[in-house]
């Protein structure tokens, strides 16, 4: 699974780095270090701490409906 | 309700039009969501000159040299389905105005009835070329670079020469100490950063550096680039007379728009990017707008209100976003519905553990305070004044600060700040000068450049850089 975080918005509250350990980590007092292609078995911990942000800084492909990551290879023309 | 226009040229466009976007990174690929996001439910072609999918940079020079995230796991993700053509390992070459016309490298054309640009820049190189393909000279930009410089990294050079401490020699640098590698760091500026948030928080980061371990040279050049008989790097010559013994040298020399391929299209592009209105759309070389080419993202020049109107030219993440997002909705708008591209330059950077985050344009600053938190403590936040009112901010450790200075900025509120803060130390009770350097010198890039002049003040007018 593939997300971001919008470092401007982050603003280092950590309840991400506490709900999804595997995937977030803070790097010193306040810069947020994450990993932008967390294992699909920490899907559950991942959304959850998407969702906890309290500046919805996270995004996370595929929450919105039943979008199934295409990749662009897939659709790659000539 | 779906937009009018007297000949339904619009809703044709919006229906079944060709669009196409150069330039499949960030500012490309949020582009072409907002664009489906719209009701944009014509051809969509996304051109890219690397063969990867969208990815992101910010890791490169921070997880993915620490060996945290592979180079090739920093994948953007989709906000949505996109249903667009990729072309993508193949750059543009050229463009037709007159034709509507995008030519590729491997001599296919692409016809649009609108345009999207969004090529961004890409590391400049070092200026001797012999030197710089010498094997342990390396740039940091693409995801290849990154794979690249990790994979000599773990093979534990005996030292490492960082060109440059913008943010991203900066960070760099960070990450080689992390790892415990020896590292110098060349800067011919005064300090680190200095360029971007001037000397007296560059002073703040010369001190980190030194601080952990980084043997800092300010003030002086790196002259020239020695390999051994093999054409292995072997050691750099420095302005001061002294040498260097050095396995990998990183460039951070800032970046070059890529404009190269428009040089004879017509179009308003050089060296400092493509200049476009405020709503996103290209300007040709006489100065009249066009109507159906628009740009985003670094590679664009556009005019900002809350900056006296002067072109700015942001090498920022979220820039990159804000303005894509504005460009893809005014490509399939009317007039009267597009919307202008008024974003504040913020960015961040993180560097031998704390977390540096900017809102504003310190460059234009003439001084500076320190309102919260102090310098010595690495911990603070600084804000940058022109001419009597605040028009940025920088925080060391304290981004929680940053968004009442974005609004004071916004608000053009006077500087020095009336608020009694909270926690004001002695250094913060005067202004003192932001000491930027002279921006006609040549440096590593600041991220903000400013360019042309505001109506109000026509003292300032900042040089594009050279290597
Ligand atoms: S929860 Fe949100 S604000 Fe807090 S560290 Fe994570 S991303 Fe940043």
């Known amino acids: 699974m593939r997300l971001v975080v919008d470092l401007n918005r982050c603003q280092g509250y950590a309840q991400c780095a506490f709900l999804a350990p595997e995937a977030f980590t803070m790097h010193g ?50 | 309700m779906p937009p009018v226009s007297v000949d339904g040229s619009l809703e044709k466009l919006r229906r079944e039009g060709h669009i196409v976007i150069v330039g499949a990174s960030l500012a490309g690929l949020r582009a072409a969501e907002t664009l489906r996001d719209e ?54 070459t050229g463009l037709d105005l007159a034709a509507k016309r995008v030519h590729l490298a491997d001599g296919d054309s692409l016809e649009y009835d609108r345009l999207l640009i969004t090529t961004g820049v890409r590391a400049r190189p070092w200026p001797h070329e012999l030197e710089a393909d010498l094997d342990g000279v390396f740039v940091l930009r693409t995801s290849d670079d990154a794979a690249q410089l990790h994979r000599r990294l773990n093979a534990g050079p005996s030292r490492v020469l960082v060109i440059g401490a913008g943010f991203t020699g900066s960070e760099i640098a960070s990450a080689c100490r992390e790892r415990g590698l020896d590292v110098t760091v060349v800067e011919r500026g005064s300090a680190p950063l200095v360029g971007a948030l001037g000397g007296v928080v560059g002073e703040v980061a010369a001190k980190l550096q030194r601080e952990h371990g980084v043997d800092l040279r300010c003030g002086v050049m790196v002259t020239g680039l020695e390999g051994d008989s093999a054409g292995r790097l072997r050691c750099a010559h420095l302005s001061d007379g002294s040498t260097v013994e050095v396995e990998v040298a990183v460039v951070g020399l800032g970046a070059t728009r890529n404009t190269e391929w428009l040089a004879s299209s017509g179009l308003g592009a050089g060296p400092r990017g493509i200049a476009c209105d405020a709503g996103c759309r290209a300007f040709d070389v006489r100065g009249i ?70 809102v504003g344009v310190p460059p234009m600053a003439d001084e500076i305070i320190v309102t919260q938190g102090s310098l010595d403590e690495r911990c603070f936040t600084a804000a940058y004044g022109y001419q009597g009112r605040i028009i940025a901010a920088v925080t060391f450790d304290q981004a929680k600060w940053l968004e009442f200075y974005q609004r004071q900025i916004e608000q053009a509120a006077p500087f020095p700040p009336e608020f009694t803060t909270v926690d004001r130390r002695p250094e913060g009770m005067r202004p003192v000068p932001a000491d930027f350097p002279d921006p006609s010198l040549p440096s590593h890039g600041p991220t903000v450049t400013l360019s042309g002049h505001s109506p109000s003040d026509r003292r300032i007018s900042f040089t594009p850089l050279h290597a």
């Open chain 1, 29 to 78: 007092d306040e810069a947020l270090m994450y990993d932008p292609q967390p294992d699909d078995a920490q899907r559950e911990h991942v959304l959850r701490a998407a969702q906890a942000c309290p500046v919805k800084a996270i995004t996370v492909e595929g929450t919105d409906g039943a979008l199934i990551a295409e990749r662009a290879g897939a659709s790659r023309v000539g």
């Open chain 2, 39 to 92: 009701g944009f439910t014509g051809t969509l072609t996304l051109v890219g000159d690397e063969p990867h999918d969208p990815y992101d940079r910010p890791p490169l020079s921070k997880q993915v040299l620490l060996g945290r995230v592979p180079a090739d796991h920093t994948g953007l993700p989709r906000r949505r389905a996109l249903d667009a053509r990729w072309r993508l390992g193949v750059a543009a």
């Open chain 2, 289 to 358: 707008v066009t109507d159906d080419v628009f740009v985003a993202g670094d590679v664009a020049r556009s005019p900002h209100p809350l900056f006296g109107y002067q072109f700015l030219s942001l090498e920022h993440w979220g820039n990159a976003i804000a303005q894509a997002e504005v460009a893809a909705h005014n490509m399939v708008s009317s007039s009267t519905e597009r919307r202008p591209h008024v974003w504040t330059p913020s960015f961040w950077s993180a560097q031998f553990g704390v977390n540096i985050k900017s």
